[in-house]
């Protein structure tokens, strides 16, 4: 089982559309989570870390069910400018030692 | 502030030829990663180095490859002899452990190709 899955997508929204996209990780001692945006052609970027009682930045909500080790993200309102694939990433340890791992990332396209 | 620095951004070689990509982590960032991606593999873990020191080096895919990091502000990655399947973008980030979590910023890629 690979360490950090997530469907591939892609997923075609229209304009205004809510989407969500999970993720599942396979080490039960992953202690941080993020999930990163990478734009075609560029490198992968912050989008928002994931924190265990969940977390809201403006249209994206993050979740996260460590009984069930999975990670979501909810993009409401979606906007042309959320296409991209967003990469689901954990870290064994809270320290900051250890690398992240990433997902092999969902593609969003959102079609006006 | 910068961020991470590669280069070069983009290198057409021939097979066979060595290929050195460079990187300047962010200043006073004491964790560096090479990483790879590719369409089929997604973003894969080479090496990573926790205050120049080299800690895991077990995705590095053969003898072919290696990595130095001789200072703090400076990472090589070398392939010798280089093959087709190298073709790829390889991401150096860096991170300063213990600071804002764990989060990692990516330099822009090398985009190689091996012809």
């Known amino acids: 089982r690979k360490e950090v899955e997530q469907d591939p997508g892609p997923f075609n929204v229209p304009e205004g559309a809510t989407v969500a996209f999970n993720c599942t990780y396979s080490n039960s001692a992953s202690q941080s989570f993020f999930w990163y945006r990478q734009d075609c052609r560029k490198e992968p970027k912050l989008l928002m870390s994931v924190y265990s009682s969940g977390n809201e930045d403006g249209r994206f909500t993050a979740q996260l069910n460590r009984a069930s080790q999975y990670i979501s993200l909810l993009i409401r309102d979606s906007k042309l400018s959320d296409s991209a694939t967003y990469l689901c990433v954990v870290n064994t340890q809270n320290s900051g030692n250890t690398p992240l791992v990433f997902g092999k990332g969902t593609r969003l396209s959102v079609i006006a | 502030d910068a961020g991470v620095i590669q280069s070069p951004r983009h290198e057409v070689t021939e097979m066979g030829q060595e290929v050195t990509l460079r990187c300047k982590p962010i200043?006073?960032?004491?964790?560096l990663f090479w990483y790879r991606q590719t369409m089929m593999r997604g973003l894969e873990l080479l090496i990573y180095?926790?205050?120049?020191?080299?800690?895991?080096d077990s995705g590095m895919p053969e003898d072919r490859f290696s990595a130095k990091m001789p200072n703090a502000s400076f990472s090589t990655l070398k392939i010798q002899p280089s093959e087709p399947r190298d073709s790829a973008v390889y991401f150096c980030a860096s991170r300063r452990t213990g600071l804002s979590g764990n989060t990692i910023y990516f330099g822009e890629g090398s985009w190689l190709t091996v012809v």
């Open positions: 200043s006073g960032h004491n964790s």
């Open positions: 180095f926790n205050n120049n020191v080299p800690i895991d």
